[in-house]
């Protein structure tokens, strides 16, 4: 019973790998990628990892030294794919290989947070409140930029 199982996976497996052949440079990776209609990325913002597509919104903790209009480009990216290939860096993907720009859109707060604090049996009770502030980014388009061609002179 349990090889009746397995056949259908095997040939799958064979006839999948036959479709989609590997690319062998990271050139020939990019450019199958950059012929995807949509592409994402996985990039570090703020020590964290983030799966971003374009025109995604990022709500991330408070950046102090950014003002609402400022454009970020995001260096550390760590993965590129689409929907059939994926390119993953080791450990990042160089900036000249892949662009990502985010505009920041707002400095918001979260909702309100309480903390309660009581001690048993010595009628010690505390409540505390505070806002947790954020900074709305928009990511923009993920450029692949086409190699540049060196001229021999």
Do not use: W
């Amino acid at each position: 019973m349990a090889s009746l199982f397995k056949q259908p996976q095997s040939l799958c497996r064979s006839f999948c790998r036959s479709i989609h052949a590997a690319p062998y440079t990271t050139a020939s990776a990019l450019d199958l990628i950059r012929s995807q209609p949509s592409q994402y990325v996985v990039a570090t913002v703020v020590g964290r990892k983030y799966v971003l597509a374009p025109r995604d919104v990022l709500t991330i903790p408070r950046l102090r030294d950014v003002k609402v209009g400022d454009v970020l480009a995001l260096d550390e990216i760590h993965e590129l794919g689409s929907r059939e290939y994926t390119l993953r860096g080791n450990p990042t993907i160089s900036p000249s290989k892949v662009k990502v720009e985010a505009t920041v859109v707002e400095h918001t707060k979260g909702a309100m947070e309480f903390i309660f604090k009581k001690k048993r049996r010595k009628g010690y009770q505390k409540t505390k409140k505070h806002k947790q502030t954020y900074t709305r980014l928009r990511i923009g388009d993920i450029e692949i930029p086409l190699p540049s061609i060196q001229p021999i002179i």
